[in-house]
Every structure is written in C-alpha cells, then in structure tokens.
C-alpha cells in the first residue's frame, strides 16, 4: 500500500511539473510571438517612416535643383538681354562718349519690355569703367555718382571685368543682381547690371509646385526704417510669399536649417529650406517652402494602430493555438520521456548482470560504465566520483610486454582493440583489494544517444591464464626429465661403447707390455726400443683418454654458441663408430657446405 501510495505521489509531481512546464512554455512562446510581432510592426512602421524621410529628401532634392536651374536661367536670360541691349545701334557709342541722354532714350523703350517680361526686375543700370553710375534706366534722373565705392560686387567687376551674380545691398535695398562686363572692340568700357527681387525664385517655385512658401532676407540687409513693415521671424524677414503668418509662427520655433518639420492646426508640414548667399558669403536670405504631409503621417500613425490590433489579434490566437498544440506534444514527449527512461532502466539491468566489465568512452574520457566496475574498483560508487580523479580505465594498466598500454606508438589502446579485433588483447590490472587479474579486452563503435561511443569489454581470464602458466611449467618439467632420461639410456649405451671402444687400445697394451721380456731376453731392451715402447703406450692412453673426454663433454650439456655443423655430426660418428663396426653399418657424410648455427652443441649431438 505503502508503494502504491508513493507511486501516485511520483506521478502527481510529474504532472504538476509537466503543467508548469507548459506554463512557461505557453508564456515563453505567447511572449516570444508578441515580440516577433511587435519587431515586425515596429519594422514596418519604421520603414513608412524611412519611406516619409526619403520622400521628404527626394522633394528637397527636388526643389533644390529646380532652385539651381532657376538661377541658371535667370543668369543665361539676362546674360542674352544684356548683350541684345548692348548691341543695339548706338548702345556702345553712348557709352563710350558717356553720353546719358542717349543712352536713356535708346534703352527706356527696351526697359518696358524686360519689366513687362520679369515683373520682378527691379532695377536695370548702366556702369562706367571708372565706377561711376552712367544711367539707372528705372531712375534716370540719378546718375554721376561713384556706385562702385559703395558696392564690392561692382568693385571685383571693374577689376576682373567678368560677369558676376549675387544678392547685395543697394540704394533701392536688397536684390538678387546679375553684371555683366561691356567692351568696345576688346576695351572694357563699362558694364550693365539687372537687379531682380528675391521674391521672383519663391514665384517661379510656387507657379512650378503650387506650395506655399516665403522668402526670408537677412535684417543687415533691410534698411532699418523699413524692418518695421515686414513679418519678422527671428534675425530674418518676410518680404513676400504665400505662406499665412500661423506658418510663420511654427518656423520661429525651427533653427531655420535645410530641412524642418513643423505642425500647424492639426496639419503636419516639411519645411524645405535653401539659403541664398550674399556676394561676401553671409547668409542674406532663405526660401522656405512647406509641403504638407498630413496624409503620410496620419497615414503612419493609422498604420501603427492597425498594426497594434492586428498584433494582439495574432498573438491571441497563435498563443490559444500554441498552447492547445503544446498541450498535445507535452503529452508525446513525456510518453517518449517514460518510453525512453523505461528502455534506459532496462539497458542498464542488461549491462549491470554482466560480470564482464564494460566501459563507454569517447576514445579518450570516460562516459559510463557498469556495476562491475563499481565491484572491482570498490573505493569508488559513481562515474563522477572515478572522473574527479581519473579520465580513463587505462590509468590503471600495468605495463608488461604482450599487454596494452595507454598508448602504443601513438595509438590508443582502445583505437587498437577496434582495428585489430582478430588479435587477442590482454590487459593486467589491479583491483582494490591489491590483486592483479588479467583481462580479455574486446572493444566496438557503437550509436548511442545520437553519437558515436566506444564500448570495450573486460572479461577476467586470470584463472585460465595461471591454468595455462601451470600447464606450461608442468609440460617444461616432464620434457626436462624426458631429456634427461633420454640422457641416462644414452649413459648406459655409453658406458657400453667406451668398453668396446678401450678394448682393443688395452689389447694393445697387453701386447706391448708382453712384448718387454722377450725383447730382454733376445737382447732387444735397448734405448731405441724403450722410446718406441713409451710412444705406442701413449699414443694408445691418450685415444683412451680422447674417448672419455668426448663422452664426459656429451654428457655434461652447455651453453649456447656458434658452432659448425660439420664438426659436431662427425664427432656424434666417431662416438658410435663402434656400433656400427658391431653391425657392419657405413656412415657417408654429404655436405654442401660447412653452415654455422648459434645453440647448445652438445644438444644437438
């Protein structure tokens, strides 16, 4: 009861566990879609909006060139009318003989047409060459006078004697004035100048765009008892334009630079700015011109809204969605996570009934091993307390020629085991109790868990390996008294041959001995005889002597040497020529060479 208890306990927290997983995932997942989609709205909004810059930049770029190519008509249409008024019959005449009356009534008539074809040209005035005024067609009653002194455009003119464009400050006030150079066959003589209101560039923009703007002149350049009548808008003026003073008003707020955004009754404008430059470089005046774009940006803000809602909506259902899918596959994962720990529990009881050792490696750390490790190595009780102190079974091999090692001329020993797996390997190793045992050690590549591992087999054969060494010792022993055996039948037969062989040497002696009475009693005893008599005794005790020398020295054994092959089989002859004179065997020997070979010669024999 009490297990039964306990079992529904483990699986409650399992559940409980399970659903807050799911929780969380649901809230990870529900989190990361709002994210995704707030990233998306926020990209989109965010390229509407580049798209607005970008539209704004190009309308500016836009302007700005149409403003370059309205000064570059303006200079190329007064360049044409200066030279057609200069050459006209007697132009050039008058003003070499400086000759005002004149000048004034060939030009007036062609005065009224240039102001009739530019509305805004203010001025138009003719100049010596020493700086004087020779006629100012719109005020032809004031002329004489020393204009250049006061005017440094006219200055540079007179001294390069090149066509000039600039705004500048005169007695009729500010205005955009175009020169150019006269000469009277390749003498400069003079020059004529038009001078155009400023408001002719927001005209001509306002007739090629249709949109409000206004042109600001610096205040150093308004006479002061004039700045009174214009709308002032910070160190500038209004001189004219289509721009409503509310307009005017949002711009005092700006730093009047290249491109602004201002808001005006609920309406949102991009205010393109482009600075006119006085002929000294200051800042004389700016044409402001206000786009409106309400639409875009209302559109940009319409946008995000929808996109908001669009956003909630997606989360609402992909998090609802989600979670009914998350639901499903927490269930198949922890039915595959119960199905896997069941086949891991039973993996394991395969590999812990084992009484072989099995180890799991990567080919150089240790990953798992079974209960037999545990058994033999007792001191330590799990994987992590062997890899605290060591990384590899093979720490504990004991070295000793035949068995693995570690490493072998730099490959690992399990490396080997796999590539050599007809090759009986063999490890020694020490158990905690001290004792070594030897192993048979068999290893395979194997799949396990998604990667590749290494298994290696330990299968203890001391028992059968000291079986075998007590069997070789025994088979040593047995061979040992075989030989000698062998030794002592050859003794006797020894024995046998060495009577046979003193025999006829004692014969001999007998016979010579005997022979020393006879040789006194005929008178024969003498020196000659008595050195014959010692030489035929020695001779026949040294054979006696070589016999037992050969035979001691058969019989003794030895050590190991080079000898030659040839002397040893004739000496083996010459012992048991003996017995084969007793059964009438010849012995021929047939050698084709005299070869040498390292051993025990007396072995051999």
Same mark, same amino acid.
């Given at each position: 009861?009490?297990?039964?208890?306990?079992?529904?306990?483990?699986?409650?927290?399992?559940?409980?566990?399970?659903?807050?997983?799911?929780?969380?995932?649901?809230?990870?997942?529900?989190?990361?879609?709002?994210?995704?989609?707030?990233?998306?709205?926020?990209?989109?909004?965010?390229?509407?909006?580049?798209?607005?810059?970008?539209?704004?930049?190009?309308?500016?770029?836009?302007?700005?060139?149409?403003?370059?190519?309205?000064?570059?008509?303006?200079?190329?249409?007064?360049?044409?009318?200066?030279?057609?008024?200069?050459?006209?019959?007697?132009?050039?005449?008058?003003?070499?003989?400086?000759?005002?009356?004149?000048?004034?009534?060939?030009?007036?008539?062609?005065?009224?047409?240039?102001?009739?074809?530019?509305?805004?040209?203010?001025?138009?005035?003719?100049?010596?060459?020493?700086?004087?005024?020779?006629?100012? !067609?719109?005020?032809?009653?004031?002329?004489?006078?020393?204009? =250049?002194? +006061?005017?440094?455009? &006219?200055? %540079? /003119?007179? *001294?390069?004697?090149?066509?000039?464009?600039?705004?500048?400050?005169?007695?009729?006030?500010?205005?955009?004035?175009?020169?150019?150079?006269?000469?009277?066959?390749?003498?400069?003589?003079?020059?004529?100048?038009?001078?155009?209101?400023?408001?002719?560039?927001?005209?001509?923009?306002?007739?090629?765009?249709?949109?409000?703007?206004?042109?600001?002149?610096?205040?150093?350049?308004?006479?002061?008892?004039?700045?009174?009548?214009?709308?002032?808008?910070?160190?500038?003026?209004? !001189?004219?334009?289509?721009?409503?003073?509310?307009?005017?008003? =949002?711009? +005092?707020?700006?730093? &009047?630079? %290249? /491109?602004? *955004?201002?808001?005006?009754?609920?309406?949102?404008?991009?205010?393109?700015?482009?600075?006119?430059?006085?002929?000294?470089?200051?800042?004389?005046?700016?044409?402001?011109?206000?786009?409106?774009?309400?639409?875009?940006?209302?559109?940009?803000?319409?946008?995000?809204?929808?996109?908001?809602?669009?956003?909630?909506?997606?989360?609402?259902?992909?998090?609802?969605?989600?979670?009914?899918?998350?639901?499903?596959?927490?269930?198949?994962?922890?039915?595959?996570?119960?199905?896997?720990?069941?086949?891991?529990?039973?993996?394991?009881?395969?590999?812990?009934?084992?009484?072989?050792?099995?180890?799991?490696?990567?080919?150089?750390?240790?990953?798992?091993?079974?209960?037999?490790?545990?058994?033999?190595?007792?001191?330590?009780?799990?994987?992590?307390?062997?890899?605290?102190?060591?990384?590899?079974?093979?720490?504990?091999?004991?070295?000793?020629?035949?068995?693995?090692?570690?490493?072998?001329?730099?490959?690992?020993?399990?490396?080997?085991?796999?590539?050599?797996?007809?090759?009986?390997?063999?490890?020694?190793?020490?158990?905690?109790?001290?004792?070594?045992?030897?192993?048979?050690?068999?290893?395979?590549?194997?799949?396990?868990?998604?990667?590749?591992?290494?298994?290696?087999?330990?299968?203890?054969?001391?028992?059968?390996?000291?079986?075998?060494?007590?069997?070789?010792?025994?088979?040593?022993?047995?061979?040992?008294?075989?030989?000698?055996?062998?030794?002592?039948?050859?003794?006797?037969?020894?024995?046998?041959?060495?009577?046979?062989?003193?025999?006829?040497?004692?014969?001999?002696?007998?016979?010579?001995?005997?022979?020393?009475?006879?040789?006194?009693?005929?008178?024969?005893?003498?020196?000659?005889?008595?050195?014959?008599?010692?030489?035929?005794?020695?001779?026949?005790?040294?054979?006696?002597?070589?016999?037992?020398?050969?035979?001691?020295?058969?019989?003794?054994?030895?050590?190991?040497?080079?000898?030659?092959?040839?002397?040893?089989?004739?000496?083996?002859?010459?012992?048991?020529?003996?017995?084969?004179?007793?059964?009438?065997?010849?012995?021929?020997?047939?050698?084709?060479?005299?070869?040498?070979?390292?051993?025990?010669?007396?072995?051999?024999?």
């Amino acid at each position: 009861m009490y297990n039964i208890s306990l079992s529904l306990y483990a699986k409650q927290r399992a559940k409980q566990g399970m659903e807050k997983i799911y929780r969380k995932v649901t809230f990870v997942l529900a989190g990361s879609i709002a994210l995704v989609a707030i990233l998306l709205t926020a990209w989109h909004a965010w390229s509407v909006y580049r798209e607005i810059i970008h539209q704004e930049e190009h309308e500016a770029k836009k302007l700005e060139e149409s403003f370059d190519r309205i000064v570059e008509h303006l200079i190329e249409f007064y360049r044409f009318r200066a030279k057609a008024n200069v050459n006209s019959p007697g132009v050039i005449e008058a003003i070499r003989t400086k000759d005002h009356d004149k000048l004034f009534s060939l030009i007036n008539a062609r005065w009224q047409v240039l102001r009739n074809e530019n509305p805004d040209l203010a001025f138009m005035q003719f100049h010596l060459a020493d700086g004087r005024s020779l006629l100012r !067609v719109h005020d032809p009653m004031r002329y004489g006078d020393n204009i =250049a002194a +006061k005017r440094p455009m &006219l200055q %540079k /003119l007179h *001294r390069t004697k090149q066509e000039l464009h600039h705004i500048e400050v005169g007695v009729h006030g500010v205005a955009y004035r175009v020169a150019y150079p006269i000469f009277d066959g390749g003498k400069y003589i003079g020059a004529v100048e038009f001078g155009i209101d400023p408001r002719y560039f927001i005209h001509q923009l306002s007739h090629f765009y249709g949109l409000a703007s206004t042109i600001l002149i610096n205040k150093k350049f308004i006479f002061p008892d004039k700045i009174g009548r214009y709308y002032s808008v910070n160190n500038f003026v209004a !001189v004219g334009g289509s721009a409503p003073s509310d307009h005017l008003d =949002a711009l +005092k707020k700006t730093k &009047l630079e %290249k /491109l602004q *955004r201002i808001s005006v009754k609920e309406k949102n404008y991009s205010v393109h700015i482009f600075n006119i430059p006085s002929f000294q470089g200051e800042e004389a005046a700016k044409i402001v011109i206000f786009q409106d774009m309400t639409e875009e940006l209302t559109y940009l803000q319409s946008l995000i809204i929808i996109s908001i809602l669009l956003m909630l909506l997606i989360v609402g259902g992909a998090t609802f969605l989600t979670s009914r899918y998350l639901h499903s596959m927490i269930r198949i994962i922890e039915m595959a996570r119960q199905r896997e720990e069941r086949d891991r529990l039973y993996l394991r009881t395969i590999l812990d009934v084992q009484p072989s050792i099995i180890v799991v490696t990567d080919g150089y750390q240790i990953i798992d091993m079974n209960s037999a490790f545990f058994n033999f190595f007792c001191i330590y009780k799990t994987v992590d307390e062997f890899k605290r102190d060591h990384g590899c079974i093979c720490d504990f091999f004991i070295p000793d020629p035949g068995y693995l090692t570690p490493v072998d001329n730099g490959v690992r020993w399990i490396d080997r085991v796999i590539k050599e797996p007809t090759q009986h390997h063999k490890a020694k190793i020490q158990d905690c109790q001290g004792k070594i045992h030897i192993f048979e050690v068999k290893a395979k590549e194997a799949i396990l868990d998604g990667l590749t591992r290494k298994v290696a087999t330990f299968n203890d054969i001391t028992a059968s390996e000291e079986a075998k060494e007590i069997l070789k010792i025994k088979a040593t022993q047995e061979e040992e008294l075989a030989i000698q055996n062998s030794k002592l039948a050859a003794i006797g037969e020894m024995v046998g041959l060495i009577a046979h062989q003193w025999r006829q040497p004692l014969n001999s002696l007998g016979l010579i001995i005997q022979d020393i009475p006879e040789a006194y009693r005929y008178g024969e005893l003498d020196e000659a005889y008595l050195e014959e008599f010692v030489n035929k005794s020695l001779e026949q005790i040294n054979y006696m002597n070589q016999t037992i020398e050969d035979f001691r020295s058969f019989l003794k054994g030895g050590q190991e040497e080079l000898f030659s092959i040839e002397t040893v089989i004739n000496k083996t002859i010459a012992l048991l020529s003996p017995l084969f004179k007793q059964g009438n065997i010849s012995v021929k020997l047939n050698l084709n060479t005299n070869s040498h070979v390292r051993g025990n010669p007396n072995e051999f024999q």
